[in-house]
């Protein structure tokens, strides 16, 4: 194994970050380390630094992990940063075909049948 690298429990004790915390930032794309041949995680000078720094932003700004991550995708994929850009923007509108006394209730039905939805499995096909 290369002496200029760390495994990832050495990179724990030095970054205090868990394996597991750093598995996770693996798996989001925020640090990759490099691989041993024969798979070893190799945390290096650069991975180290962009750990404490991840760390540091998290503090600073009072984020999670999953903010970064998500900033990242934003970053990436046009058409997600378009369509939260235009939720963003857009001002809540009554549809035309109910009535201003029944929306409220409507929203409620829709809301009931979306989480009916997701609690049901999936049929198989």
Known sequence: MATDALTIHESAETTGWSPRMLR????SGLVVPARSASGYRLYGAAELQRL?????LLERFELGLSDVAFAQRLGED???????EEWLEAEPARPEHVAAG???GWEQDKHQKLLAAAATP???V
């Not at 996770?24 to 798996?27: A, G, H, P, S, V």
């Open 24 to 27: 996770y930032i693996e798996r």
């Open 52 to 56: 404490r720094t991840l760390r540091e």
């Open 78 to 84: 046009a058409e997600l940063r378009g369509a939260v």
């Open 102 to 104: 029944d929306w409220l």
């Open 122 to 124: 999936p049929a198989n």
